[in-house]
């Protein structure tokens, strides 16, 4: 028997070293965050604050791991997530982002012993992304592909406590990392916007390369512009960006029932600490439209860092109602805290001391593009019905708010869905085991922004999780 034990263990601790390097970048709903986590949250529309709703409540709240009962419970899960994004520049093309199905896996692990539950979790907190081919209008017309992917994960260590027969509290330690990868092609006038001080309606740059560059305008003929300037760091690996930083960060949570119908709970996730995301050997170029001698590309090698990226603080508490024993009816509310982490896109590049650099050879650059995100009030409303001993059927909406202001919108970070419906079913196939699945439906959002730019963004996610109790 404990040979067996160990066995089951050691593959469990080896699928989750797996899970961590094979969880992919997120494209979430609210703001950067998904609309649910873990099928049973998910198909209730996000709702889980004050029900059980397996090893998923590492990343909701951690409280109800105390409505567990004796024993392990081991969850495996698979999330499909399909963002469907169309950008139109103010000429009326358009242009549809190819990244249209990433695939995100999730690994729980739990054990209640007395009064006690821990465990570990690995899970994709969200973020965002798109991709257009360069052959769209984002190319600029010189075959320029533009891409995001932007992907935060947590390796979650829980501890819940049942005080007594009414109250549970619970705290998580979190291991953060964070990944990017960025092809960003800025046409001439949104970098001239960044670099003249008397302009910068979006953003600013500063730093000896724009110094240095403006010289180099200077002793260019009359009539000389720029054609775009291109940021690069990006590699094909979906689970980690090629900029990357790591951190912690860190939950607590109360889960109150005063009588067995009722059950309320509450969270407090902080805001992460993350080192800065950081790409090395990869290029910022930019290309001249010289009279008399046309296009003048110049390709500068050297680091990428991102500063300041951060996940914000949430506050969840939500109630959880049993009117009958088949049936359960769930409401939640969260405020995401974007608006502290979220003014600006803060990003810097440090040419290296190479002669393939020329004269840029060791200056560096300091761009920011403002973001000015809001915070967000997400209402989430679910119920689950007991149609058999076996069938759990689920159902739910979430409706947020868009915390992206429309005036710094960009087509690369489209975070802007608001709105879903949502649907699922439990399976028990014994009382060791069950599947349960979720669907949703994040539907379509409008927003042109201060460029003129017109975003169409909608999304169908699913989600399915194997369970098994030992």
Not at 53 to 69: S, W
Not at 73 to 79: E, H, Q, S, V
Not at 86 to 96: E, I, L, R
Not at 128 to 152: I, K
Request: proline letters at 4%; glycine letters at 12%; hydrophobic letters at 40%.
């Amino acid at each position: 028997m404990l040979s067996q034990l160990h066995y089951r263990h050691s593959r469990t601790y080896l699928t989750a070293a797996l899970l961590i390097l094979g969880a992919p970048a997120l494209h979430a709903t609210n703001g950067m965050n998904m609309e649910g986590y873990g099928p049973i949250a998910a198909a209730m529309g996000g709702t889980s604050m004050a029900f059980e709703n397996g090893t998923a409540a590492v990343i909701n709240n951690p409280a109800t791991l105390g409505l567990q009962g004796q024993g392990n419970r081991l969850d495996l899960a698979l999330g499909i997530l399909g963002p469907d994004i169309t950008a139109t520049n103010p000429g009326g093309q358009s242009a549809k982002s190819k990244a249209t199905a990433f695939y995100m896996p999730a690994f729980g692990y739990t054990r209640r012993s007395g009064d006690l539950v821990y465990g570990f979790g690995v899970f994709g907190q969200g973020g965002m992304g798109c991709q257009y081919g360069p052959d769209t209008w984002r190319g600029l017309g010189f075959n320029l592909e533009n891409r995001t992917a932007v992907s935060v994960g947590r390796a979650i260590v829980p501890l819940s406590w049942n005080v007594n027969d009414k109250l549970i509290i619970a705290a998580t330690v979190d291991f953060i990392w964070g990944g990017m990868s960025l092809r960003m092609a800025m046409s001439g006038t949104q970098f001239s916007d960044l670099v003249t001080p008397t302009s910068q309606h979006f953003g600013r740059a500063t730093g000896s390369i724009v110094q240095s560059f403006g010289q180099v305008m200077q002793m260019m003929p009359a009539g000389t512009s720029v054609d775009y300037a291109y940021f690069d760091f990006s590699n094909g690996n979906m689970a980690f960006g090629e900029a990357k930083g790591y951190g912690y960060a860190g939950k607590i949570g109360v889960l109150y029932q005063p009588s067995k119908e009722l059950a309320i709970g509450l969270t407090l996730h902080s805001k992460t600490e993350l080192s800065d995301l950081k790409a090395s050997g990869d290029h910022l170029s930019f290309q001249l439209n010289v009279p008399g001698m046309g296009h003048m590309p110049q390709s500068l090698v050297g680091d990428f860092r991102v500063r300041d990226f951060e996940w914000p603080a949430m506050l969840g508490g939500g109630i959880a109602w049993r009117p009958t024993t088949r049936w359960l009816l769930a409401a939640d509310v969260r405020e995401i805290f974007w608006q502290g982490v979220m003014q600006e896109f803060h990003m810097t590049f440090q040419a290296a001391n190479s002669a393939s650099n020329g004269s840029f050879s060791g200056q560096n650059l300091d761009a920011m593009l403002y973001q000015y995100w809001k915070n967000e009030t997400v209402v989430m409303l679910g119920a689950a019905y007991q149609a058999s001993d076996r069938l759990t059927l689920r159902l739910g909406c979430n409706l947020g708010s868009n915390p992206v202001p429309d005036q710094y919108l960009n087509c690369l970070f489209p975070a802007i869905v608001k709105d879903h419906l949502t649907a699922g079913f439990g399976w028990r196939f014994t009382d060791r085991s069950s599947v349960d699945v979720a669907v949703s439906r994040g539907f379509g959002i409008t927003r042109t922004s201060g460029y003129g730019i017109t975003i169409d963004h909608s999304q169908l996610n699913w989600q399915a999780m194997y369970s098994l109790r030992f």
